[in-house]
């Protein structure tokens, strides 16, 4: 009889022990997935959000263009790091899905916006900002150059101003839910543009074109829907 009830004890005993740990290692993963997106948020919060108007026009020799260029799953955008990070100046981000090799990864690209020395090569840092993505998609809320409606579009090439929003959606290979965001673009209403004369400097050279005609709303409307989309 006592050895029925010590067996029985044990049993119990284990069987709460692997409950305690089951539900710990679930803990330790939610806190993990939460972790990931706070810092893929962090990142375009910080720095996308605060993305400068600048004119491109020392890369290609000929060419001025909106330094902010964007397709379906790559970025490029002009911002600051904050006073007390070590790199000073514009700096050129890059954001690029990498499904080359496995696992396929979010890669963000830093380096200075102007040219320090002519001829020479702006230093390049790469840092990858998630691992395991099995999906990433990217698009722009503001005016279309070929229909001149305000709507989403899976590129921006070529514009004058920088879009009204961006949104970014991202999928990992081990599952999960991970909603849209949707980042709003600080000055995308003014097309203003600073050139600062390149590596030599100069004065400052402003352009002011026409403040784009979406309303505030529409915008608003449109990430409502959006998220309101992806939650269903």
Excluded at 22 to 45: L, R
Excluded at 199 to 226: K, L
């Amino acid at each position: 009889m006592a050895m029925s009830l010590l067996s029985v004890m044990v049993a119990l005993l284990f069987g709460t022990l692997k409950i305690s740990a089951d539900s710990w290692e679930s803990g330790e993963k939610k806190i993990t997935d939460v972790n990931e997106i706070a810092v893929v948020y962090n990142f375009f919060q910080r720095h996308l959000v605060d993305s400068k108007p600048l004119l491109d026009d020392f890369t290609e020799p000929g060419v001025s263009a909106l330094a902010f260029q964007g397709d379906v799953q790559s970025l490029r955008f002009v911002s600051h790091f904050p006073a007390s990070a070590e790199r000073a100046g514009a700096q050129l981000f890059t954001v690029k899905y990498q499904d080359e090799v496995e696992p396929a990864s979010l890669v963000v690209g830093i380096s200075p916006f102007y040219p320090l020395v002519e001829g020479v090569q702006r230093p390049k840092e790469e840092v990858t900002l998630i691992k395991g993505v099995s999906r990433f998609e990217l698009a722009y809320f503001g005016e279309s150059p070929e229909t001149g409606q305000i709507a989403w579009q899976d590129h921006w090439h070529g514009q004058e101003t920088l879009p009204k929003m961006v949104r970014v959606k991202i999928s990992l290979a081990k599952g999960g839910f991970w909603p849209a965001m949707v980042f709003p673009i600080k000055i995308s209403d003014t097309a203003v543009f600073f050139n600062l004369g390149g590596a030599g400097g100069g004065e400052n050279e402003e352009e002011e074109g026409g403040a784009m005609d979406a309303d505030e709303d529409d915008g608003q409307d449109m990430m409502d829907e959006d998220l309101g989309a992806d939650e269903e």
